[in-house]
């Protein structure tokens, strides 16, 4: 045998991955199967090294290893997301750092986008290797990019076909704008974060209104109140000289719905230009929308003497103005706010007046569509709510369900140089969307798409559309898109919506999301906490398989997971037993078999009920659980017990059959410590492509089960008692049983005890240890004392409840419970709870001694 005693993860995962590619295994073209089985790998954005988010693609290669094992066409693509806003800042930092500093326009739009273009083929390397390190069974040969010439044809396509079916649209709408990034971002990429922060109330000639961004207010000249506020009814429809920022001005007062009147005044000002419910009011009643705040964050001319300064800067000097004239009634200065700010660089937002292009959502699809009549947001209700997509787990449907209701028309255009190019043209006035210029003196938009637009399309694009390929009739629609809860609304709704409309089907038929990945508290992995785990790192430490164990067990859909260090270690050793087990069968192939004997009907069972639970933990996505089963059957029943027990009672056939489908049943959670095995077991041969286990029913015995789990416990009990008293095992202990069990049986028992067992009853005292199939009688006497074992008994139970009661005292006392420090209270119930484990199995090892010897009272 050429396995080494150790096993050694980087001697083997970097060969057996080459050996993996070399032959073509990842190839769906090289299977014969007729059922396919799909996934698209949710591409990591191009801007650097792969996080642990990243390392749960570790679900989506088991999903894949099991269906390529199981005889499916199994396609699992690759490709990375150009990440416009993210790799574009990335690459302006980048050049800021330089001696000296440079900018973008520095550059050039041509110069600059070559630069990213590099940056981004660096990172695509890094991420390639990363995803191989993993052992990511992706099919390379089919790798795509989001900005790829294929997707960037496939994107213009989309953009075109929706601007004529009426889909798309440039309009002047309020948009979200991020200062530091310059651009315009989708409602779902605004995140908020909570701030205590001072809350204005000034006097606007007859009412009192409330503000936080009193730099918005210079052009308010309208007051909003509610028609059915009493305090207002003489107000309605009237105009009014009112002293404000820079002097008078006129100011009507409207009566509508919007205005709260339980919220401080019940009068409002609105601002048009600066916020979408004002900007909403303003065309409602045609009142005129003036910018007062620009891109960069600095007043317009609107702001008179103000104009050129920055608005978030001037606040208190407005403030103080304001004053001065006698125009601030109260200032709340412990206001609670939800700040938006930018997704990626938390700059706070700035709603803005822009012309942007649009995703009408709302709008119906033409006649000569599958869906006709029905709008984006109702067909991607639809499905989902038709059961032609599942959302697992269950509980994310109607939180999807709720972020449709509420999706308004989707801003598409990003005010970046990095991007697809968004394929319109201008000429005095004129607009006209198409591939190439229209001709001399036409101009193209210097806008980018959305991120999102293009990953959008990520099932399709990546298959070849809008060609008809013979990959996206064959692959499409995909399975299952697995990836996290976090991202929900951002990525999949966005699928949804643009398959169904460009080929009038689902995307996928799953979508199984996962949790984030957290520390051992269950905290967020930051930098700042310093508590983040690189994937690589840990790979590089205990071996891929090890850490792949670590995240998928305990891994539920739709909940978070804690992964430390100590789990990946403990996952390691797991990793050495699959090595020991594997070894020690390959290591004895020529011993002479005994027969089938219980143990191996029992092994037999076992094996087939794993397999049987294992696909049905498959079919239901439950892989944790499939994992679970898989590591306690080869742990604690076949290294524990079958392995030990032909050691004495030799069945090498058996065993090899056992090793080749627990391999198999291995295989897609630790690839590489399996396949370096199966190599060793099936020269010529490889794991990855090899045929997933069928569980024989007729093999599984409950009745079989039943009986070995007598001779187990009767081991464990007889272990125990050697422990509870110290024995060595040195010492083979004679054991009475009034029927004797059969020799096979009999002699399993004495092996794995050290025990002898004989039907001549003892002259002394017994200690019964007894289960439903046997009744063994131990003679303690004969090898420890007694007497002295039980008052050393006594005396600790004696202790261990002086303590008990000094504990209980203390989590009894209200004035304890109230001011010592949390970590305190939990170590003493923690102490407590050891100091009684430790007295119930005093107890217990008491009343297991003879009572004939106790001595006098």
Known sequence: ?????????????????????????????????????????????????????????????????????SGKKTLWLPGTDHAA???????????????????????????????????????????????????????????????????????????????HDGLIYRGNRIVNWCPRCQSTLADDEVEYREEITKFYYFKYGPVVIGTARPETKFLDKTIVVHPDDPRYTTLHNTTLTVEWMNGPVQAQVIADATADKDFGSGAMTITPAHSKEDFALAQKYHLPIVQIIDEAGNFTEAAGTFAGQ????????????????????????????????????????????????????????????QF???????????????????????????????????????????????????????????????????????KQDSDVLDTWFSSGMWTFSTLGWPRQTEDLTTFHPTQVLETGYDILFFWVARMILMTTYALGEIPFEKVYLHGLVRDKLGRKMSKSLGNGIDPLDMSAKYGTDALRMALIA?????????????????????????????????????????GLSLSDQWILSRLNRLVMNVNHDFETYQYS?????????????????YVEIKKFEPNPG????????????????????????????????????????????????????????????????????????????????????????????????????????????????????????????????????????????????????????????KLNNPDFLAHAPNDLIENTKKLRDEKLTVLAENKSNLSLLPAALQPPK
């Not at 660096?122 to 997707?151: C, K, N, V, Y």
């Not at 978030?312 to 938006?340: C, E, F, P, W």
């Not at 789990?567 to 005994?594: C, D, E, H, M, P």
């Open 554 to 594: 305990g891994t539920t859909p739709g909940n978070d997971a804690k992964l430390y260090e100590e789990k990946i270690a403990s996952y390691r050793n797991f990793i050495t037993k699959i090595w020991n087990v594997g070894r020690y069968i390959l290591a004895n192939t020529n011993l002479v078999g005994t």
């Open 1 to 69: 045998m050429s396995l080494p005693a150790k096993y050694n993860p980087q001697n083997h995962e970097d060969v057996i991955y080459q050996q993996w590619e070399d032959a073509g295994a990842f190839n769906p073209d090289t299977s014969t199967g007729t059922e396919t089985f799909t996934v698209i790998l949710p591409p990591p954005n191009a801007t650097g090294t792969l996080h642990l988010g990243h390392a749960m693609y570790v679900v989506q290669d088991i999903m894949v290893r099991h269906a390529r094992m």
């Open 625 to 641: 659980l499939a994992a679970e089963r898989t590591y306690d059957f080869l742990w604690h029943e076949l290294a524990d017990w």
């Open 654 to 809: 058996l065993l090899q059959q056992v090793l080749e489908v627990i391999l198999k049943v291995l295989h897609p959670f630790v690839p590489f410590v399996t396949e370096v095995l199966w190599q060793e077991f099936k020269p010529g041969s490889m794991l990855i492509t090899a045929a997933w286990p069928i569980a024989d029913a007729a093999q599984i015995d409950p009745v079989v089960e039943q009986q070995f789990v007598a001779v187990q416990d009767s081991v464990i009990q007889l272990r125990n008692l050697r422990n509870q008293y110290n024995i060595s095992y040195q010492t083979v202990l004679s054991v009475y049983s009034q029927q004797l069990p059969d020799s096979a049986t009999k002699t399993m028992i004495e092996q794995l005890a050290k025990v002898s067992i004989t039907d001549q009853l003892p002259i002394g005292q017994l200690t019964h240890l007894t289960n439903s199939r046997f009744d063994f009688g131990v003679e303690l006497s004969v090898v420890i004392d007694v007497v002295a074992e039980r008052q050393r008994l006594q005396k600790e139970i004696i202790a261990l409840e002086k303590n008990l009661a000094s504990f209980e005292a």
């Open 372 to 442: 006709a009549g029905k709008t984006l947001k109702q067909v991607a209700c639809e499905v989902v709510n038709n059961g032609s997509i599942q959302i697992i787990p269950d509980r994310f449907t109607s939180t999807y369900f709720h972020w449709m209701d509420s999706l308004h028309n989707w801003c598409i255009s990003r005010q970046l140089w990095y991007g697809h190019r968004i394929p319109a043209w201008y000429k005095d006035g004129a607009i006209t969307v198409q591939v190439d210029s229209p001709g001399q003196g036409w």
């Open 310 to 369: 920055s608005a978030s800067a001037s606040r208190q000097t407005i403030v103080d103005m304001l004053a001065s004239k006698g125009l601030v009634d109260h200032i709340d200065d412990h206001y609670t706010h939800n700040l938006s700010v930018c997704y990626r660089c938390g700059t706070a937002i700035q709603p803005l007046l822009s012309d942007q292009w649009f995703v009408h959502v709302d709008q119906p699809l033409p006649a000569q569509h």
């Open 85 to 163: 806003i993210a790799t574009q800042n990335r690459v302006e930092k980048d050049l800021a750092k330089r001696t000296p500093p440079l900018t973008r326009y520095d550059l050039g739009r041509e110069k600059f986008v070559q630069q990213v273009e590099e940056f981004v083929e660096q990172s695509r390397d890094t991420i390639r290797h990363q995803l191989r390190t993993m052992g990511f069974s992706l099919d390379w040969s089919r790798e795509t990019f989001t900005l790829d010439a294929p997707r960037q044809a496939a994107v213009t396509e989309m953009f075109i076909r929706m601007y």
